[in-house]
Each structure stands twice: as structure tokens, then as C-alpha cells.
């Protein structure tokens, strides 16, 4: 099992998580974050740190959110990884809880 990033961290891009993640499994694109699901060990360390509560394990994920595995697992083996926290994006707290922002996603 793994934790998945979804649709709410698109645009926001906080990245608290980052920073408690003791095997730096998360990687970095333009307005989202991912997590290599063959690098995540399973802590849960990083879900109660996401601000826009972004963050699942696999085994609770809502079902709306299904498709967010598969996005992790592609993004992150093209994406480079992040291990330490930076600035949330400008709009960030504009975006967060907006619904329907997949098609903002910048690959």
C-alpha cells in the first residue's frame, strides 16, 4: 500500500509533506505534487501535514480520487524529486478546496 497525492494539491502545491518524508518519496512537477508509490514506505507521516488535505492511503481513497494512482506512479518517474519544503504556489489558498482541477494540471 502507498499514499496517493489528489486533485486538491493542483495549483496549491504546498509542500509540508515533503519535509517530514523520511525517504523522499515525493516528486515535484509544475502546480502538483506525486509520490513514487515503490519509494513510499507506508509512514503516513506526510497525510496530516497536507494544509489542503491532498493526501491518502491507497486503502482510503475516495472513489473520485481513483485515478490519482496512476498519476503518481506516471508523474513520478519523469519528475524531479523534492525534499524540502518551498513556498506553496501565490494562489494556492485561492485554489484549495476547488473542485474539478485536473484539467489545470500542468505536466
Not at 516528486?27 to 506525486?34: I, M, T
Not at 506512479?73 to 489558498?93: F, G, Q
Request: charged residues 30%; hydrophobic residues 30%.
Amino acid at each position: 500500500m502507498t499514499f496517493v497525492v489528489t486533485e486538491n494539491c493542483i495549483r496549491c502545491k504546498y509542500t509540508d509533506c515533503v519535509e517530514v518524508c523520511p525517504v523522499d518519496c515525493f516528486y515535484e512537477g509544475p502546480n502538483f505534487l506525486v509520490i513514487h508509490p515503490d519509494e513510499c514506505i507506508d509512514c503516513a507521516l506526510c497525510e496530516p501535514e497536507c494544509p489542503a488535505e491532498a493526501i491518502y492511503s491507497e486503502d482510503e481513497l475516495p472513489d473520485d480520487q481513483t485515478s490519482f494512482i496512476e498519476l503518481n506512479a506516471e508523474l513520478s518517474e519523469v519528475w524531479p524529486n523534492i525534499s524540502e519544503k518551498k513556498d506553496p504556489l501565490p494562489d494556492a489558498e485561492q485554489w484549495d478546496g476547488s473542485a474539478d482541477k485536473l484539467q489545470y494540471l500542468e505536466r
